[in-house]
């Protein structure tokens, strides 16, 4: 990589932590601590809504926003060229041959 | 075969299977000793990682812990799943792509050698806290099933354990904890799904879970207990907030898990692991509170109202009773148990939060095969943190003190040699805790996480994300976050200079993420006033945040 697409490469990668780790403080610690009584005024088929988001609904969250992450990190090194695998295979034939 | 029989037959299986496991995965040089080889599957790596961080206490503890507190339980939920979108996403790709051995090399490269004693300190301590509740667990789950004593339960645990970790350090460590996963998770949830269509006709306890929180909440309601959906019952707004954060920042700063990312082949495989150790906690996290809710439901159901004599028919009431850990008084002498709030009134006199898995099969009436296997499970939980925690005080001492600082010179055997010692000095300590339990496991607990939330978390972040961080800053960092902390907590359970002293109500468990704070901004300003790091520190940063090019420790030499 060359200098300027290393710091694009690095640039996008915090733009797209900002995002979930913003969504994930809205979730985890807005929605299920401080503003949890409210939305328990809403209810979610009988219980109430904050009180589900705080026991099942901020950790299938969580789960989601790794995913996304995992998904968009891989597209971005595949756009810049960057094959992990490939690249170590690499290294060890080279030096299986040199020895 | 009785439920004894069954305990047997699963814990021989279950334990044989982490045997065999252990000799097919000797490790044979340094790196298959501390990072498994750096060649770790991302999903076993997954089920690892979901293993090592699953303790006894997740496993037996943490349904009832939610059942009793109701809203206020959630905190260990969210933060002890939330943590890993901040492992995930600011800290496992770039220590997969500095890839060396442990939490105190990255702190020690990145920073200076004092940083690295100091990050080796924290990093014992908090393992030592841990592994002694596991310890115990061990023996506390052989003691109630398989009638031997507590001590005896805790010399088999640790015989097993010896044995695999220090014969295949974290190559041993890791394929065990992937049985032990799959051991924990089916013994977890073939309960759940009985009792779910049993009371809901629905055999997902997560749908069922709302069905029972209605009846519940009215039961509660009826006995004059806070409505069990009431939100502050335990915790005020602001320490929801406090402990659920100190929770998330502790458990991203937590050694043991940490340095799991560095046992994959590449930074691709690290993201991968991290989606997948939350997914399979998750599965049990999410479980948990449907199980304390059927659970709680199932007992007060039982009990409330009926007469004294019935209940001494049940076979469960009988066995739990004969443990201590549920007792019944007819204060009034009118035949009747009631289940109230009431101190004065309440002939429930005790009700074991531990009691909601563990003997949960048998309050729903499920087969004694399955009774057993919730045993094999709990063991499964508890020695699969044991090892992971054993594995960092091994590495603490082994590595970080013993070669790095004291003697570089070391050959590649002698340091295997050591490592393997460390690992049997480590069992040793953590079995002499286990049964010689320091009366105040709980609140050390809270200590280790504080603690973590406070020294690591910080100057790990800030060591990836800012170059301009430097030894100085974080040194001065580390001091001040633990000092604070741990002043802080410190006093408030022992008191140094009056127990149970608050600053604007902060309960001690929601300090960490003040004193993470406090460690930020002081990181900061030091750092500022001070020297910037040496070129070579800022190209070593620069390095670790971008995955492939000359990477996968070439530079550093540390895969082999």
Redesign the interface.
């Known amino acids: 990589?060359t200098p300027t697409d290393?710091s694009k490469?690095?640039r996008t990668?915090l733009r797209l932590?900002t995002v979930?780790?913003t969504i994930?403080a809205v979730v985890?610690?807005g929605m299920?601590?401080?503003f949890?009584?409210s939305l328990?005024n809403i209810s979610?088929?009988?219980?109430?809504f904050?009180?589900?988001m705080?026991?099942?609904g901020?950790?299938?969250t969580?789960?989601a926003?790794?995913?996304f992450?995992?998904w968009r990190?891989?597209k971005l090194?595949e756009s810049y060229g960057?094959?992990?695998?490939a690249?170590?295979d690499a290294?060890r034939v080279a030096a299986g041959e040199a020895s | 075969m009785d439920t004894f029989g069954w305990t047997v037959l699963w814990v021989v299986i279950t334990f044989s299977l982490y045997i065999g496991i252990a000799i097919r995965s000797r490790a044979k040089n340094t790196s298959d000793y501390y990072v498994a080889g750096g060649g770790v599957p991302a999903v076993a790596n997954g089920a690892a990682v979901a293993a090592d961080w699953m303790s006894a206490a997740s496993f037996i503890s943490m349904a009832g812990l939610v059942a009793f507190m109701g809203y206020g339980g959630s905190v260990f939920l969210m933060g002890w799943t939330g943590g890993y979108v901040l492992l995930a996403l600011l800290l496992a790709p770039y220590l997969r792509k500095f890839g060396k051995y442990t939490v105190p090399d990255f702190v020690g490269d990145r920073y200076s050698d004092t940083a690295r004693v100091v990050a080796v300190v924290c990093a014992i301590f908090v393992s030592l806290t841990y592994v002694a509740g596991q310890m115990r667990g061990v023996g506390v789950v052989f003691s109630r099933f398989l009638e031997v004593s507590v001590n005896v339960g805790v010399f088999i645990g640790m015989a097993v354990v010896l044995f695999y970790a220090v014969l295949g350090g974290m190559k041993g460590i890791t394929w065990t904890q992937v049985a032990q996963y799959s051991v924990l998770i089916v013994a977890y949830l073939i309960p759940a799904i009985a009792i779910s269509t049993d009371l809901t006709g629905n055999p997902i306890p997560h749908l069922g879970f709302g069905e029972i929180l209605t009846k519940l909440d009215l039961i509660q309601a009826d006995l004059g207990f806070a409505e069990y959906t009431s939100e502050f019952a335990t915790f005020d707004r602001k320490n929801l907030f406090l402990i659920t954060a100190t929770l998330m920042f502790g458990t991203a700063g937590l050694p043991h898990v940490i340095v799991r990312f560095y046992t994959t082949r590449t930074v691709k495989e690290a993201r991968r692991s991290a989606f997948w150790a939350l997914f399979f906690i998750s599965i049990l996290y999410t479980t948990a509170p449907a199980i304390g809710v059927f659970s709680k439901y199932n007992v007060i159901d039982t009990v409330e109202g009926a007469s004294l004599a019935e209940l001494e028919q049940i076979d469960w009431v009988k066995g739990w009773s004969d443990t201590g850990l549920l007792a019944f008084d007819d204060k009034n002498g009118d035949g009747i148990i009631n289940y109230t709030p009431d101190e004065a009134t309440n002939e429930m006199v005790t009700f074991d939060r531990d009691i909601m898995v563990l003997a949960n099969p048998e309050v729903a009436g499920l087969p004694k095969i399955i009774v057993g296997l919730v045993a094999a499970g709990g063991l499964a939980a508890a020695l699969s943190t044991a090892s992971g925690l054993l594995l960092v005080i091994s590495s603490s001492i082994a590595h970080d003190l013993v070669y790095k600082l004291a003697r570089p010179d070391a050959t590649e055997a002698q340091r295997l040699l050591w490592g393997r010692l460390a690992m049997g000095l480590g069992v040793m300590v953590a079995g002499w805790f286990g049964i010689n339990p320091p009366g105040f496991v709980g609140e050390v607990v809270a200590l280790a996480f504080g603690l973590a939330a406070a020294s690591f978390f910080p100057i790990l972040t800030f060591g990836i994300f800012w170059k301009r961080a430097n030894a100085a800053g974080a040194v001065a960092g580390m001091a001040v976050g633990l000092t604070f902390a741990a002043l802080y907590m410190i006093n408030n359970i022992w008191g140094i200079w009056e127990k149970g002293w608050t600053l604007w109500g902060i309960n001690k468990s929601g300090i960490g993420i003040v004193a993470a704070v406090l460690n930020g901004i002081v990181l900061v300003a030091v750092s500022l006033m001070t020297k910037p790091p040496s070129q070579e520190l800022q190209d070593l940063v620069e390095d670790v945040r971008y995955p492939g090019e000359q990477s996968i420790g070439a530079k550093s030499g540390a895969i082999a």
């Open positions: 990589m290393r490469y690095w990668n932590m979930l780790l994930w985890g610690l299920s601590t401080l949890v009584d328990n979610l088929g009988g219980i109430p904050g009180f589900w705080g026991q099942q901020s950790i299938f969580f789960v926003l790794i995913a992450y995992v990190m891989e090194d960057i094959d992990e695998a690249e170590l290294t």
